[in-house]
Each structure stands twice: as structure tokens, then as C-alpha cells.
């Protein structure tokens, strides 16, 4: 009975593997509830920010330390502001367990800026891999000593998934914080796409020997 209790250790242990990953991974593809999204994003920011603090210590570039600067400082700020917002929601009688009223009716259109048609910025959701380490701190205690370009690479796609969950959320949600929210998510986000993709492209990633 016993002889290969080994072989049912290693399968056991690999369903739980493979069930931990595709939940992980559904975060990327399934369609949040306006708690899981404001869940999410807190967890997406916290994973920004931390390496975003990390990365202070190793870039040298003056334009890089200004953008991790502005970052950590917004991204903390929006934590902050969905923290609240769950425990508001709590108190709040008028909201039922997803944050959305069931009393009025928001406009779910997607308003476009230009922000939305500047490279490498789309108006659709994107095909970007969307990795669910994005959304876990674990995934991203190895990453202390990143260069530059290994920072941009890693956290276009990072912003970009964020980006693509705030149009899906505006979708479904009827909950105006949750809508306020994910536009200012979106095009806040956009941005810093923009600036570190250009920033990626150009020759001039100069280091200061002051910094």
C-alpha cells in the first residue's frame, strides 16, 4: 500500500502547486469584483513601491531617481486611500459586500485620453504578460540589485497590467470611488508607462557621480 507513497507526496504537492499558480494567474484574465479589484491594487502597489525603494539605492540616474520618487509617493498615497475605502465600506450601509450601490446606475463607457494613443500606450487592453508575481511580494524579494534597464523592463508590463485590470473593473463597477479610482490608476499609470519607455529607447541613460 505504502510502496509508493513517495510518487502520491510529489503529486499531491504539485495539484497544490499548479492550484496555487492558475489562481494566481486568473488574477491576470478573470473578471474582478470591485473588493477583489481594490484587493489587488493594493497588493500591485505595495509590490511597486517596494522595489521602486529598492531601486533607490542603486540607480545613479538622475531622471530614474525622480520617477522612483514620484511613485513611491503616489502609489503609497492610493494604498492608503483603498485601505480606507474597505474599511468605509464596512460602516457604510448603503453599500452592499462589493462596494457597488444597487440603487443607482453609473455610466460605464470607457472615456479615452490621449494619453490612451501615446506610444506604447493602446486604446484596448493590451497582450502584455502578466506575470502573478505582479500581484505577490514574495516574487519580488530577489529583485534588491536591479540595473536601470532591468527596473524599466520590469515594471512597464508591471504598470500596464494594472492599467489593463482599472478598464476591466470600469466595466462592471457601479461604485464611483472605484471609478474615480481606476482613472486616475489609468492615466497616472500611462504616463510613467510613456516616460520609461522613451526613457528605455533613448541614448542618454547618464549616470551622476553626486546621487
Do not use: W
Not at 464596512?90 to 462589493?98: A, F, G, R, S, V
Not at 508591471?158 to 464611483?176: E, F, G, M, P, Y
Amino acid at each position: 500500500m505504502f510502496d509508493n507513497i513517495e510518487y502520491y507526496i510529489d503529486v499531491i504537492i504539485e495539484k497544490a502547486t499548479n492550484k496555487a499558480t492558475n489562481k494566481a494567474t486568473n488574477i491576470c484574465n478573470m473578471q474582478l469584483t470591485d473588493d477583489e479589484y481594490i484587493n489587488h491594487m493594493i497588493t500591485h502597489n505595495e509590490v511597486a513601491v517596494y522595489m521602486s525603494v529598492n531601486h533607490l539605492q542603486n540607480t545613479k540616474n538622475p531622471i530614474i531617481l525622480d520617477i522612483l520618487r514620484s511613485l513611491i509617493t503616489t502609489q503609497n498615497y492610493e494604498i492608503n486611500l483603498m485601505k480606507s475605502s474597505k474599511i468605509t465600506n464596512k460602516t457604510n450601509p448603503e453599500l452592499n459586500d462589493e462596494m457597488s450601490r444597487n440603487d443607482i446606475t453609473m455610466d460605464s463607457s470607457y472615456r479615452y485620453t490621449l494619453g490612451d494613443f501615446t506610444k506604447p500606450n493602446t486604446p484596448h487592453l493590451s497582450n502584455v504578460f502578466c506575470d502573478p508575481g505582479f500581484f505577490t511580494m514574495s516574487h519580488n524579494k530577489n529583485l534588491h540589485n536591479m540595473t536601470d534597464t532591468m527596473y524599466i523592463e520590469h515594471m512597464i508590463p508591471h504598470h500596464q497590467v494594472a492599467v489593463d485590470i482599472s478598464r476591466k473593473i470600469l466595466q462592471t463597477t457601479n461604485n464611483d470611488f472605484i471609478i474615480n479610482l481606476a482613472y486616475n490608476i489609468i492615466h497616472s499609470q500611462q504616463l510613467e508607462i510613456t516616460n520609461l519607455y522613451y526613457l528605455l529607447q533613448s541614448k542618454n541613460m547618464f549616470i551622476s557621480n553626486i546621487l
